[in-house]
């Protein structure tokens, strides 16, 4: 293996390693919901009230 051959391969896995952790930070492989679209959209759809700011 020539020395450009090497460092493409060093390339690819270093890439390969930040979009898996890139994945693995922002929920996962299942979507953040846990796998579950149906609780998701229904969290979305009637969120909590926030309370009110009172100083």
């Known amino acids: 293996m ?8 060093v390339i690819v896995f270093v ?4 979009a ?4 693995s ?3 996962g ?3 953040g ?3 579950n679209c149906a609780s ?5 759809a ?3 009230p926030k309370d009110s700011y009172k100083p």
């Open 2 to 9: 020539s020395f450009a051959s090497i460092l493409v391969l």
């Open 15 to 18: 890439l390969l390693a930040l």
């Open 20 to 23: 898996v952790l890139f994945i």
């Open 25 to 27: 930070q922002n929920g």
């Open 29 to 31: 492989w299942q979507g």
């Open 33 to 35: 919901c846990g796998g």
């Open 40 to 44: 998701c959209h229904n969290k979305c």
């Open 46 to 48: 009637s969120p909590k």
